[in-house]
Every structure is written in structure tokens, then in C-alpha cells.
Nanobody
Framework: QAQLVESGGGLVQAGGSLRLSCVASGAILAINEMGWYRQAPGNERESVAY???????DYKDSVKGRFTISRDNAKKTVYLQMESLKPEDTAVYYC??????????????WGQGTQVTVSS
């Protein structure tokens, strides 16, 4: 069974930076999409950024120019570099991947979440 494990969350002042990492492990045959979602209290989970196998990248409008997503396929790892953080970026950040484990299907996998808190 594949799993995703995030790291790198924490508390930072507004204007500061954080880097999130997510490693996929277990029985993995292929990984298609990797990305990050976030969920603030009282809000729905929303997509922040994703990167496809072909290198296609997309960002939520409010993080464009501040966040950078990257991926190391050899390490099965996706990163989210977050700059110029704002209090409204405060949320639990979840790693997401669409991957093929030991079955023939691609499925959605989620990490356990890591808290990012930006103080004003």
C-alpha cells in the first residue's frame, strides 16, 4: 500500500517562508499527478498547486508568484516552496498524488496533513 508523508509545516510570521516536502513510499508502479491542497477551519479543501508527469504546473490564483511547486521523480517527492506568506495562507496542507500501486488502477492518495500557521 502506498503512502504519502509530509513534512515542513510550522509557524512563521507574515512575509516569511516555508518549504513543504512530501515523499511517496510503498508499492508504487507509477505516479501521475502530485500536488498540494489546503484546508482552513470552516472552509472546504482547495487545490493550491499541482505538477503533472509532463511538467505541466498550475497554481491557485492567490498563490501565483509566491509559491513554487517542484518534483523529484527519482525520489518520488514533491515540494512546495512558499514565500511572502500571508495570514490567509494559514491552513492544514495536504499532499495529494494520483498513483498506481500494485493494482492496475490509478487512485487518489492523501497525506496526513501538516499545519502551516502564518501570524500577522
Amino acid at each position: 500500500q502506498a503512502q504519502l508523508v509530509e513534512s515542513g509545516g510550522g509557524l512563521v510570521q507574515a512575509g516569511g517562508s516555508l518549504r513543504l516536502s512530501c515523499v511517496a513510499s510503498g508499492a508504487i508502479l507509477a505516479i501521475n499527478e502530485m500536488g498540494w491542497y489546503r484546508q482552513a477551519p470552516g472552509n472546504e479543501r482547495e487545490s493550491v498547486a499541482y505538477i503533472l508527469n509532463d511538467g505541466t504546473i498550475d497554481y491557485k490564483d492567490s498563490v501565483k508568484g509566491r509559491f513554487t511547486i517542484s518534483r523529484d521523480n527519482a525520489k518520488k517527492t514533491v515540494y512546495l516552496q512558499m514565500e511572502s506568506l500571508k495570514p490567509e495562507d494559514t491552513a492544514v496542507y495536504y499532499c495529494h498524488a494520483i498513483l498506481q500501486d500494485d493494482s492496475i488502477y490509478f487512485d487518489d492518495y492523501w497525506g496526513q496533513g501538516t499545519q502551516v500557521t502564518v501570524s500577522s
